[in-house]
């Protein structure tokens, strides 16, 4: 399902229906980084106490900040969730967060991306107000290079979301 926003194709869609490669994904993530998809057990490649150190000594983010991992696609993690408080996010953190997010995707020349409504993914953020919050967003950053969004939601929820995009406009 496809739509256009601030001159950028927007698809809505289901995560199992996404059969291309983007330029880069986009998480939702914590002050921590510890919030994943899919949590996996892995071997720690450093010795434990080289891993407390660096535990004990890592400052935590800032909700709203966005963190880039390079590779391909690119990751950008928008810290969105401080899972000190009660609700772990807001609509303050998510707006800041996709300012940000939209000015890295300009200075990184991103083609392509794929996001969840975030908010939605570790989180039960409304995610009416989530479009909300990225269609001002655009408003405010415009996207230089970006020339499609993909936007990853249940299948259920496509269509109202894009009866909000189209309301929003």
């Given at each position: 399902?496809?739509?256009?926003?601030?001159?950028?194709?927007?698809?809505?869609?289901?995560?199992?229906?996404?059969?291309?490669?983007?330029?880069?994904?986009?998480?939702?993530?914590?002050?921590?980084?510890?919030?994943?998809?899919?949590?996996?057990?892995?071997?720690?490649?450093?010795?434990?106490?080289?891993?407390?150190?660096?535990m004990i000594e890592q400052q935590p983010l800032i909700p709203g900040d966005v963190i880039v991992r390079t590779?391909?696609?690119?990751?950008?993690?928008?810290?969105?969730?401080?899972?000190?408080?009660?609700?772990?996010?807001?609509?303050?953190?998510?707006?800041?967060?996709?300012?940000?997010?939209?000015?890295?995707?300009?200075?990184?020349?991103?083609?392509?991306?794929?996001?969840?409504?975030?908010?939605?993914?570790?989180?039960?953020?409304?995610?009416?107000?989530?479009?909300?919050?990225?269609?001002?967003?655009?408003?405010?950053?415009?996207?230089?290079?970006?020339?499609?969004?993909?936007?990853?939601?249940?299948?259920?929820?496509?269509?109202?979301?894009?009866?909000?995009?189209?309301?929003?406009?």
């Amino acid at each position: 399902m496809e739509t256009h926003l601030q001159g950028v194709s927007i698809t809505v869609s289901p995560p199992d229906s996404i059969s291309r490669s983007f330029d880069a994904i986009v998480e939702e993530q914590d002050t921590a980084l510890v919030l994943d998809i899919e949590p996996v057990i892995r071997q720690p490649e450093e010795n434990y106490s080289a891993l407390v150190d660096e535990m004990i000594e890592q400052q935590p983010l800032i909700p709203g900040d966005v963190i880039v991992r390079t590779g391909r696609p690119l990751r950008f993690l928008a810290v969105i969730h401080d899972l000190d408080q009660d609700p772990s996010c807001n609509a303050g953190s998510i707006a800041v967060a996709l300012e940000n997010l939209l000015r890295k995707l300009t200075e990184y020349r991103v083609h392509s991306v794929a996001m969840p409504l975030l908010g939605t993914v570790h989180g039960r953020f409304d995610d009416e107000i989530f479009m909300t919050l990225l269609y001002n967003a655009m408003l405010n950053e415009p996207l230089q290079y970006t020339e499609h969004l993909w936007l990853i939601t249940a299948a259920e929820n496509c269509e109202r979301i894009l009866r909000h995009i189209h309301k929003g406009r």
